[in-house]
């Protein structure tokens, strides 16, 4: 007797099978995708999977003391608690290379790193017209003349969620548009290079994103955001960004194996029970 399911849109058909297998099917068809989320925090936090209640804004003194306000940094590295587990993340300001190699390591020129710039700390953060609300964060410096400008955060182990605050950050689909990539143990992620899209292309305004890899095989140890351009002119070159309010969710595992749920569970269980009885009984007549 073979038994045919649909579970999240893809049809499965099989016999009657152990629970175990069951299970495996199921966590299969739960996988996700990489999630953005654009000027939505409630969502972004929503989307933390374990217990959205540990979420934590890197401001206040909320993940740790804050930054004292500082100049031409090669960095800037924070070491903090989230649900009681010890994060540190370093945030650089780099320029982007024109003949990326998918590779990239932290505070070195090579592979997607053409050259290291300063950072400057900033209470509140802002660049051009816009301001952050946070209690800290970064600003850049100029971008060089042949290279595009972007923001590196690096943390010390794969995680599956990251957002923050961009100020000025550019980006238009009449110029250059910004990039989000993700990287893991130094190399790119195969296919999580996305494109960042604003509706008024970032220039002077302030703008939240939050990052979402449910599937563990696209945690990230550690993603830049290039900037880009909101014209025609310079394709990027010479722009600057700021960023604050960078919010992590809880620094365990970030996402719990998915399991069968129980309701239907036991209906599969109980047709299959069904059908073993009856063919037994005919068996016997």
């Known amino acids: 007797m073979v038994i045919s399911m649909t579970i999240k849109g893809r049809i499965y058909r099989y016999a009657v099978l152990p629970l175990a ?13 990489l999630s953005l989320f654009v000027d939505d925090r409630a969502g972004f936090n929503a989307s933390l999977t374990l217990n959205s209640a540990s979420t934590v804004v890197d ?38 290379s ?7 390591t932290p505070g070195t020129v ?14 509140p953060a ?46 238009s689909a009449v110029g250059t548009l910004g990039q989000i990539r993700l990287y893991n143990n130094g190399n790119l992620l195969s296919g999580l290079t996305q494109n960042i ?31 880009g ?6 394709q990027g070159f010479r722009e600057s960004w700021a960023a604050d309010r960078f919010t992590f969710g809880e620094a365990s595992a970030d996402v719990a194996t998915p399991v069968p749920t129980p309701a239907l569970l036991p209906g599969v269980v109980g047709l299959g029970a069904s ?11």
Do not use: C
């Open 110 to 123: 090579g592979g997607d790193i053409a050259e290291l710039d300063n950072l400057k700390i900033e209470s």
């Open 98 to 104: 024109n003949t990326p190699t998918g590779t990239i």
């Open 126 to 171: 802002r660049q051009g017209n816009a301001e952050g609300t946070g209690t800290w964060g970064v600003d850049s410096a100029f971008g060089a003349s042949s290279t595009r400008n972007a923001g590196l955060f690096d943390f010390d182990r794969p995680i599956g969620h990251f957002g923050l605050d961009l100020h000025d950050f550019e980006s």
């Open 21 to 33: 297998v069951l299970g495996a099917l199921w966590s299969a068809s739960e996988a996700q995708a």
């Open 197 to 227: 899209v604003w509706s008024d292309d970032g220039n002077d305004v302030s703008h939240f994103i939050g990052v979402v890899a449910m599937n563990p095989s696209e945690f990230f140890d550690s993603i830049v955001f290039v900037l």
């Open 59 to 96: 401001s206040g003194g909320a993940f740790a003391p804050d930054e004292a306000a500082g100049t031409s940094l090669p960095s800037v590295t924070r070491t903090g608690a989230i649900a009681g587990q010890s994060l540190t993340y370093s945030i650089y300001d780099i320029d982007f």
């Open 275 to 285: 059908i073993w009885r009856k063919r037994r009984r005919t068996q016997q007549v």
């Open 229 to 234: 351009d909101d014209d025609l002119g310079d």
